[in-house]
């Protein structure tokens, strides 16, 4: 790391420090259009295959060498272990890229879907994560995160997602509690509904899942699709449950 590309930022106080430390929730993301990913595995990934998305890398001081090869675009910053540390919530004890996070477009829900499209309001940055996941793995086409929904870039968000992030058409809708009619096909997740095995996907869709906890609101007008279980558990995570509905549909779409 030898080298006037290299900054050495030292204090919290900096400016850029600071900013950098409001990149660990959604506000802080919001007001800087910015992130931070982290990951032995991510990272490098990223790097590779998103390179112009980021912006910088963070070392700690105390590395002898960076693992990844940078392009020339990427600011390179090193700063003390307490710091560094801080900015690393995930402990990789790894480089960390800033990337850039721009606003989410609005997504127009009075239009058909096509594809099929998720309409999201999980409010836990872990289980979203894991959602978009499996949303990239099974070909969803548009993924639309209401009010509730954590912010997709933030970093427990970007660790369980895996880099799915940078592969779907994210873009953000109103309040769930305001969502009452959509037109074309919709589907909602509820435990109450129809057993899911017999459900004719169509090929245009829009899967709704609702917050943790709180359900689909009553006003909504979709047809309520239900996962037969053994019945040992109450309901099955909300997150799993999506993962389900998304292969199941993708198995039978294609």
Same mark, same amino acid.
């Given at each position: 790391m030898s080298g006037d590309k290299w900054r050495t930022i030292e204090s919290p106080q900096n400016p850029q420090a600071k900013i950098w430390a409001d990149l660990d929730? *959604? !506000?802080g993301i919001k007001k800087h259009g910015l992130f $931070? #990913?982290? *990951? !032995?595995k991510a990272v490098p990934e990223a790097l590779a295959r998103y390179g112009e998305r980021f #912006?910088? /890398? $963070? /070392?700690c001081e105390t590395s002898v060498s960076c693992e990844l090869d940078l392009p020339d675009h990427i600011e390179r910053y090193r700063v003390p272990r307490a #710091?560094?540390?801080k900015l690393d919530i995930s402990g990789t004890n790894y480089p960390l890229l800033v990337g850039k996070a721009a606003a989410l477009p609005e997504a127009d829900l009075s239009a058909p879907p096509s594809g099929l499209e #998720?309409? /999201?309001a999980l409010g836990d940055p872990n289980n979203l994560g894991a959602l978009l996941r499996s949303a990239a793995a099974f070909g969803a086409k548009k993924i639309i995160l209401m009010a509730e929904a954590a912010h997709p870039f933030h970093p427990k968000t970007l660790r369980a997602g895996a880099n799915a992030q940078f592969e779907l058409n994210l873009m953000r809708g109103p309040s769930l509690r305001d969502l009452t009619q959509m037109h074309g096909p919709v589907v909602a997740l509820d435990g109450a509904g129809t057993n899911m095995s017999h459900f004719n996907w169509p090929r245009d869709i829009r899967i709704v899942l609702g917050e943790e906890g709180q359900g689909i609101p009553d006003a909504l007008k979709a047809e309520r699709l239900a996962i037969a279980t053994t019945g040992t558990v109450e309901s099955l995570n909300a997150t799993v449950a999506a993962s389900l509905a998304l292969y199941t549909y993708y198995t039978s779409v294609g």
């Amino acid at each position: 790391m030898s080298g006037d590309k290299w900054r050495t930022i030292e204090s919290p106080q900096n400016p850029q420090a600071k900013i950098w430390a409001d990149l660990d929730d *959604g !506000r802080g993301i919001k007001k800087h259009g910015l992130f $931070i #990913l982290a *990951g !032995r595995k991510a990272v490098p990934e990223a790097l590779a295959r998103y390179g112009e998305r980021f #912006l910088q /890398v $963070i /070392v700690c001081e105390t590395s002898v060498s960076c693992e990844l090869d940078l392009p020339d675009h990427i600011e390179r910053y090193r700063v003390p272990r307490a #710091l560094f540390d801080k900015l690393d919530i995930s402990g990789t004890n790894y480089p960390l890229l800033v990337g850039k996070a721009a606003a989410l477009p609005e997504a127009d829900l009075s239009a058909p879907p096509s594809g099929l499209e #998720l309409i /999201v309001a999980l409010g836990d940055p872990n289980n979203l994560g894991a959602l978009l996941r499996s949303a990239a793995a099974f070909g969803a086409k548009k993924i639309i995160l209401m009010a509730e929904a954590a912010h997709p870039f933030h970093p427990k968000t970007l660790r369980a997602g895996a880099n799915a992030q940078f592969e779907l058409n994210l873009m953000r809708g109103p309040s769930l509690r305001d969502l009452t009619q959509m037109h074309g096909p919709v589907v909602a997740l509820d435990g109450a509904g129809t057993n899911m095995s017999h459900f004719n996907w169509p090929r245009d869709i829009r899967i709704v899942l609702g917050e943790e906890g709180q359900g689909i609101p009553d006003a909504l007008k979709a047809e309520r699709l239900a996962i037969a279980t053994t019945g040992t558990v109450e309901s099955l995570n909300a997150t799993v449950a999506a993962s389900l509905a998304l292969y199941t549909y993708y198995t039978s779409v294609g």
